[in-house]
């Protein structure tokens, strides 16, 4: 998907042609509209389709009229009515006439671009422009992390309870995407380190710049605490799943033996062999089931007391 717009005083607003101080907005788009693009703004096609690549890492490219900025944003993925959590590339190309921004799948980002929404935003300031879609990404990354935590607490409430293999994916789902939005975050602190490196900044745009180093370190950190909740939260599961394992074979165990009394004694009563009067006394029967029952009591009063039942 390809939207055009024009900056004017300082506002995004549609338009149906490229023009100076122009912003190209593409979103998963087809190969047709990124050489229709490449075109027109002189660009390699090249360099567009590898920030289409989800494993692209964060950096920065000098291209012959432009600067190329590669970051990761973080993304909310339904698959059967439950979230993933993943970060995806977003590419910002910037040259003297505008900015064209280039990402796999729809994102709010783009829509506060749009409106305009990100405190000091300016499409003009190509320095601050990267920074600032660095530092508003922060609070999609905040809020799913939260989402997370919020998520990893209603596990372990339920964490006494009966567990399924859908809850322990669930949980590998979470990690996952917890590692993902690590490697992210990393990515976009060295993108910035180099910016702070290589750029002239102002005083106002440094202190931007160090605000936004401040959220990436909060949110690697808040991402670091998870994953430590999380794995602790999946060895409990995984101790308590066992701990349930055993008792059951305990119990079962102990079953078994308590049934093997009466079946031992009908087994050896059983034999073709001569019991005298005993075997034709018309109470031997209820003798025999008699002192199964009192020897399978007594089995069971000795388990229990050992805490084997």
Known sequence: MQKIYVIK?????????????????LVDPSDEEITNICTKLQIEEKVLKKTLDKSELPHIEVEENGLLYVINIPYVLLSK???KYRAFPFGIYLTNEGVLTISTHPHPLITD????????????????LPILLIGKSMEYYLKHLNEIQDDIRLKEKDLLKASSNKDLEHLLSLQKSLLYFTTSLQGNRAV?????????????E???LRDVQIEIRQGIEMANICREILANTMNTYSS?????????????????????????????????????SFGTDPYSFIVIVGLSFVLAILLVIVLKKKNLL
């Open 9 to 25: 005083n300082e506002q995004a607003v549609p338009a149906e042609e490229i023009t100076k101080s122009y912003w190209v907005s």
């Open 81 to 83: 009515s439950k979230k």
């Open 113 to 128: 671009m749009s409106e305009k929404t990100i405190p000091e935003f300016s499409f003009q300031n190509h320095d601050t």
């Open 192 to 204: 910035l380190e180099k910016i702070e490196n290589n750029m002239k900044l102002s005083p106002k």
């Open 206 to 208: 440094l202190d931007i």
């Open 240 to 276: 308590i799943i066992s701990n349930n394992l055993n008792d059951i074979m305990k119990f079962l165990t102990s079953i078994t033996l308590v049934i093997s009394i009466p079946t031992m004694i009908a087994s050896f009563l059983g034999m073709n062999v001569s019991l005298g």
